[in-house]
T-cell receptor, first 116, second 116 residues
Framework: AQKVTQAQTEISVVEKEDVTLDCVYE???????LFWYKQPPSGELVFLIR??????QNEISGRYSWNFQKSTSSFNFTITASQVVDSAVYFC?????????????FGGGTRLMVKP | GAGVSQSPSNKVTEKGKDVELRCDPI?????LYWYRQSLGQGLEFLIY????????KSGLPSDRFSAERTGGSVSTLTIQRTQQEDSAVYLC??????????????FGPGTRLTVL
């Protein structure tokens, strides 16, 4: 069975600090997909990134970067030079390939508060 | 273009009443998902549709919950004889052609259901 764990329930940083959100997953599939979503105070889940299990290259998009390590079953998310607008709840999610519906299994989320 | 829309945005009902929640997916998206977000349970999968059929109903918490999708578009989630534990935000998501776990899901703003 698949499982996603986000051990950090809440993180508070001061603007311009770097912050890393941890995500650890469990799956028996060899092919799977990992996602990060952002949920700002407005409530709508916003897609940030998708990664398949065969691609361990790290990715950078502006101030965001992701570190995927199969050896430790982790898919961590780093925000560089955080801004107040980054304040939100961030969810890591997993979708297994043998799961016909491709439904997402979510972690519990990490609430990030960026103070000015 | 238009995103996923849901109605109503808020619903307050009395215990024992039936409620219907509506989801309008992104035009052309064949896959549609319902999730529930509650304080105690986090984000949990309920049901998904591929076209008008629902191959996997395993996430529905009880037989009081049902869903349908017509014309490969709009979906309705119905909760009969609502209970206080049904109080949650119900999120709908859609994605394009269903390939093996590869496509991101786009979420609507959710319906906040409160059962008194």
């Amino acid at each position: 069975a698949q499982k996603v764990t986000q051990a950090q329930t809440e993180i508070s940083v001061v603007e311009k600090e770097d912050v890393t959100l941890d995500c650890v997953y469990e799956t028996r599939d060899t092919t799977y997909y990992l996602f990060w979503y952002k949920q700002p105070p407005s409530g709508e889940l916003v897609f940030l990134i998708r990664r398949n299990s065969f691609d361990e290259q790290n990715e950078i998009s502006g101030r965001y970067s992701w570190n995927f390590q199969k050896s430790t079953s982790s898919f961590n998310f780093t925000i560089t030079a955080s801004q107040v607008v980054d304040s939100a709840v961030y969810f890591c999610a997993l979708s297994e390939n043998n799961n016909a519906g491709n439904m997402l299994t979510f972690g519990g989320g990490t609430r990030l508060m960026v103070k000015p | 273009g238009a995103g996923v829309s849901q109605s109503p945005s808020n619903k307050v009902t009395e215990k024992g009443k039936d409620v219907e929640l509506r989801c309008d997916p992104i035009s052309g998206h064949t896959a549609l998902y319902w999730y529930r977000q509650s304080l105690g349970q986090g984000l949990e999968f309920l049901i998904y549709f591929q076209g008008n059929s629902a191959p996997d109903k395993s996430g529905l918490p009880s037989d009081r919950f049902s869903a349908e999708r017509t014309g490969g578009s709009v979906s309705t989630l119905t909760i009969q004889r609502t209970q206080q534990e049904d109080s949650a935000v119900y999120l709908c998501a859609s994605s394009s052609v269903l390939t093996s776990g590869s496509n991101e899901q786009f979420f609507g703003p959710g319906t906040r259901l409160t059962v008194l």
